[in-house]
């Protein structure tokens, strides 16, 4: 029979697999959401903006759950906030 402790020596190198795992994978993909989630929150009037389907627009206008993008002169379209990938510039920076 085996010692009661056996196990004990293969559960520290899973604990330091697992450690490191989680500060080169989880830790910076959380960060990023949470940069995401802030840039979602904080759309502004006139920003320039990618959506994840790759159209560009100028926001419109902002509710709680969508952005209204201008696309073309005549053109505007609704989409989630969660869909906007990234804010290219504002308007006024232009």
Known sequence: MLPQNAGAPMLIPMILIFGIFYVLVFRPQKKEQKQKKA???NLKKN?????TGGIHGTVV????????????DNSKIEFDKESIAS???TKSES
């Open 61 to 72: 206008h902002v509710k709680d759950k969508t952005v209204m993008l201008r696309v073309d």
């Open 87 to 89: 804010i290219l510039k």
């Open 39 to 41: 840039m979602r929150e």
């Open 47 to 51: 920003e320039q903006v990618v959506t």
